[in-house]
T-cell receptor
Framework: RKEVEQDPGPFNVPEGATVAFNCTYS??????FFWYRQDCRKEPKLLMS???SGNEDGRFTAQLNRASQYISLLIRDSKLSDSATYLC??????????FGTGTSLTVIP | DAGITQSPRYKITETGRQVTLMCHQT?????MFWYRQDLGHGLRLIYY???????DKGEVPDGYVVSRSKTENFPLTLESATRSQTSVYFC????????????FGPGTRLTVT
């Protein structure tokens, strides 16, 4: 069983739509969570941290639910430039990072 | 601010050859990581290092060797390359035990023929 699981998609949404991604994690000892964005053939780039209290950055909102062991990312008013693969990651206290396999998003004009 | 760099960016090698991938960071980050990324598997941790001279195995360490004699460098060596090691390799670093924000190098695309 993978430490972090996410729906690979693809998600194809029209411009302006709201889209949500979820990840589930299996290790309750995971301390920190993040969302990364990866463009084709490029390195992953940190998008945002995820907190139980929620974290909002412009059109992006991330949420952590420790009781159900999942994290979510909500993108509002999707732009063409949001097309990418979104990776969720859980981090243990030992600094071991476990990445999901990524969810592919394509925003259609 | 160079950040984190990897070399070479592309490499083709033959089965059985030894190849070393280089990773260099200018932030003095204590933690450094090596991942491989393959279709269907996502990013998988090969080795990581908490500081100079401290390294630990990750999820898929077999066939790889690492060293960390200096904080800023973390080379990854494939001792005898196999076709199954064809992949994209990413190096990453974080600031330390209180910082889990991880930053990645641009990657090395390795093909083993």
């Amino acid at each position: 069983r993978k430490e972090v699981e996410q729906d690979p998609g693809p998600f194809n949404v029209p411009e302006g739509a709201t889209v949500a991604f979820n990840c589930t994690y299996s290790n309750s000892a995971s301390q920190s969570f993040f969302w990364y964005r990866q463009d084709c053939r490029k390195e992953p780039k940190l998008l945002m941290s995820v907190y139980s209290s929620g974290n909002e950055d412009g059109r992006f909102t991330a949420q952590l639910n420790r009781a159900s062991q999942y994290i979510s990312l909500l993108i509002r008013d999707s732009k063409l430039s949001d097309s990418a693969t979104y990776l969720c990651v859980g981090v243990l206290a030992s600094n071991q990072f476990y990445f999901g396999t990524g969810t592919s998003l394509t925003v259609i004009p | 601010d160079a950040g984190i760099t990897q070399s070479p960016r592309y490499k083709i090698t033959e089965t059985g050859r030894q190849v070393t991938l280089m990773c260099h960071q200018t932030w003095s980050h204590s933690y450094m990581f090596w991942y491989r990324q393959d279709l269907g598997h996502g990013l998988r941790l090969i080795y990581y290092s908490a500081a100079a001279d401290i390294t630990d195995k990750g999820e898929v360490p077999d066939g790889y060797v690492v060293s960390r004699s200096k904080t800023e460098n973390f080379p990854l060596t494939l001792e005898s390359a196999t076709r199954s090691q064809t992949s994209v390799y990413f190096c990453a670093s974080t600031g330390g035990s209180n910082s889990h924000e991880q930053y990645f190098g641009p990657g090395t695309r390795l093909t083993v023929t």
